[in-house]
C-alpha cells in the first residue's frame, strides 16, 4: 500500500508563487517504481492531471494550461515530488492532488489514472 502526504499551497495574488511539495511512503516491497503526479479540481469541475513524471527518469508531462508556469520535479531518494508554481492565475484555484501508479504507461502523455491519492491541499488565486 502506498501512502501520500500533501504539504503547501494555500492563498496568493495573481501572478504569485507556490510550491506544493508530497512524500510517498510505502509498506512493502519498496523498489517499485511510479508514474507520480499533480491533478486538480476546480468547484464544479472534473479532476485534470496536471504535470507528472516517471520515477524512472523521462521527460515529464505538463498540460498546456501550465506548460511554462508549473515546474514538476522530484527527489527520488527521499520520495518526495515538487509542484512549482510561477505566475499563478486565478484559474488555477482548485484543491490540488498528489497522485501515483505504479508503472511508467502513459506517464509523459498526461493520459494515466492514478491509483493512490493525497489528501489534497487548496490553493486559492485571487485577482
Known amino acids: 500500500e502506498v501512502e501520500l502526504v500533501e504539504s503547501g499551497g494555500g492563498s496568493v495574488q495573481a501572478g504569485g508563487s507556490l510550491r506544493l511539495s508530497c512524500v510517498r511512503s510505502e509498506f512493502g516491497y519498496s523498489l517499485l517504481t511510479y508514474c507520480m503526479g499533480w491533478f486538480r479540481q476546480a468547484p464544479g469541475g472534473e479532476r485534470e492531471v496536471v504535470a507528472s513524471?516517471?520515477?524512472?527518469?523521462?521527460?515529464?508531462y505538463y498540460a498546456a494550461s501550465v506548460k511554462g508556469r508549473f515546474t514538476i520535479s522530484q527527489d527520488t531518494a527521499n520520495k518526495a515530488l515538487f509542484l512549482q508554481m510561477n505566475s499563478l492565475k486565478p484559474e488555477d484555484t482548485a484543491v490540488y492532488y498528489c497522485a501515483a501508479r505504479i508503472g511508467s504507461y502513459n506517464c509523459d502523455s498526461g493520459s494515466w489514472s492514478a491509483r493512490y491519492w493525497g489528501q489534497g491541499t487548496q490553493v486559492t488565486v485571487s485577482s
Open positions: 513524471v516517471y520515477t524512472g527518469g523521462g521527460t515529464p
